[in-house]
């Protein structure tokens, strides 16, 4: 079994900064890729950043330039950073982690940290 667990969301003034968390556990091995995705009240969940296990890193374009992607190999951690956060940040954001398992790989999720950014 894999499991996801995420940390780091709360309540953040417009301008401020969060870092989330996602340590993964059980049967981690082959990881293709680890990312962050979000999901708003009635919009669809979204991707915001990737990393690949070779440390290439991207961004949907709403967040580049203000949201870094890092990952700890040795602790199964990805990290998200976030500045300058708005208010169209405000969503719940969900941890994913792609394992590859030949010939096809297999999507795992958090169970999601909400982040509001509000004065």
């Known amino acids: 079994q894999v499991q996801l667990v995420e940390s780091g969301g709360g309540l953040v003034q417009p301008g401020g900064s969060l870092r989330l968390s996602c340590v993964a556990s059980?049967?981690?091995?082959?990881?293709?890729?680890m990312g962050w995705y979000r999901q708003a009240p009635g919009k669809q969940r979204e991707l915001v950043a990737v990393?690949?296990?070779?440390?290439?890193?991207s961004y949907a374009d709403s967040v580049k330039g203000r949201f870094t992607i890092s990952r700890d190999n040795a602790k199964n951690t990805v990290y998200l950073q976030m500045s300058n956060l708005n208010a169209w940040d405000t969503a719940v954001y969900y941890c994913?982690?792609?394992?590859?398992?030949?010939?096809?790989?297999?999507?795992?999720w958090g169970q999601g940290t909400q982040v509001t950014v509000s004065s």
């Open positions: 994913n982690l792609n394992l590859a398992r030949p010939p096809s790989s297999v999507i795992y």
């Open positions: 059980g049967s981690i091995f082959d990881i293709n890729a």
């Open positions: 990393i690949t296990r070779r440390g290439s890193a």
